[in-house]
């Protein structure tokens, strides 16, 4: 398990682009036969990934950090496939999980374990992870039916259609709010005019990139933003006082998740785009 410490704004501007990537961006995901994780200090949050080709891979809790049994014991899980077929096993229960279905594991699961249907085209298994004050119970949600809708427009480069997975109106967590933007061809920004949300963290992961395409990631302070160049099925850590709001060289996807004392959507304070700098 790899460990991050965040910064706060003041500390953010001195950060040279080397010292921001240590400290927001993960580039380890998505490891066959692996289970990398990030733990942040960010509300706590755990990001990771889990490619099983040679067989299964379980999801374990990491002593040093959680002083847990099991992962699960004191948190929750968000879950989204974005590979082929297969199959995770929550209390030997099992669930089948196809393209983009996402599943979340409630507070209080003993075990976690990850399978491909076909290992020559292995599922990809993403999940971001809060600590969990109550028990909902484990939910699959089929990628057809996430609550989702269209936004922004072609003359703004930014049509996209939002899929919510976990949410208040959906499946219920205890502070877990999880779900995939895809942008339309032709478009290129996501989350402009960006805002910030003081109450709650993000996670970002970009995918579908094509190897000569990157995302430019914007974050920090309205009045004084950074940019960190991103390739494909990478994520980053948002602190709360940040924008995290991006340009891709082509259309692509990702998968937002947010921690913290509001699991509300709307509640965001909006940021215009001539108060950037």
Same mark, same amino acid.
């Given at each position: ?12 501007? *001195? +950060? ?6 240590? #400290?927001? =961006?993960?580039?380890? =995901? &998505? ?8 733990? *942040? ?8 990934? #889990? ?8 999801? /374990?809790? @990491? /002593?040093?950090?959680?002083? #847990? ?14 590979? %082929? /077929? ?11 999980? !196809?393209?983009?279905?996402? =599943?979340?594991?409630?507070?209080g699961a003993k075990e976690v374990v990850f399978k491909s249907n076909d290992p020559t085209h292995p599922a990809r298994y993403y999940f971001v992870s809060y600590?969990? $004050? ?18 922004? @427009? %072609? ?8 899929? /919510?997975? &976990? $949410? ?6 205890? %502070?877990?709010? +999880? ?7 032709? *478009? !290129?920004?996501?989350? +402009? ?7 709650? @963290?993000? !996670?970002?992961?970009? &995918? ?5 395409? #990157?995302? &430019?990631? +914007? ?14 099925? %990478?994520?980053?850590?948002?602190? @709360? ?9 082509c259309a692509y996807t990702f998968i937002w998740a947010m921690g913290g004392e509001n699991q509300v959507f709307e509640d965001m304070d909006g940021v215009k785009v001539e108060q950037?700098?």
């Amino acid at each position: 398990m790899n460990v991050r410490s965040s910064t706060d704004p003041r500390g953010f501007r *001195s +950060m040279t682009t080397t010292q921001l990537r240590e #400290a927001f =961006l993960i580039t380890s =995901l &998505f490891t066959p036969d692996d289970v990398p994780m990030v733990y *942040s200090d960010i509300d706590r949050s755990i990001t990771g990934s #889990a490619v099983p080709v040679a067989g299964t891979l379980e999801l /374990k809790a @990491s /002593k040093k950090e959680m002083a #847990a049994d099991s992962f699960a014991e004191r948190r929750e899980i968000g879950i989204i496939n974005i590979g %082929q /077929k297969g199959t995770i096993t929550v209390d030997g229960n099992d669930i089948a999980m !196809v393209h983009r279905d996402g =599943l979340y594991v409630g507070r209080g699961a003993k075990e976690v374990v990850f399978k491909s249907n076909d290992p020559t085209h292995p599922a990809r298994y993403y999940f971001v992870s809060y600590p969990a $004050h109550a028990v909902y119970p484990t939910t699959h949600v089929r990628f057809s039916e996430t609550e989702h809708g269209p936004l922004g @427009s %072609q003359a703004d480069a930014n049509r996209r259609t939002i899929y /919510k997975y &976990f $949410h208040p109106r959906g499946v219920k967590s205890c %502070q877990l709010v +999880m779900g995939l933007t895809e942008l339309e061809e032709g *478009s !290129v920004w996501n989350t +402009m005019p960006p805002h910030t949300h003081q109450r709650r @963290s993000e !996670v970002y992961m970009y &995918f579908n990139i094509p190897p000569t395409a #990157a995302v &430019f990631h +914007m974050m920090g302070e309205p009045n004084e933003t950074r940019h960190m160049v991103m390739r494909n099925e %990478q994520a980053i850590l948002n602190p @709360s006082w940040s924008i995290h709001a991006g340009v891709g060289t082509c259309a692509y996807t990702f998968i937002w998740a947010m921690g913290g004392e509001n699991q509300v959507f709307e509640d965001m304070d909006g940021v215009k785009v001539e108060q950037l700098g």
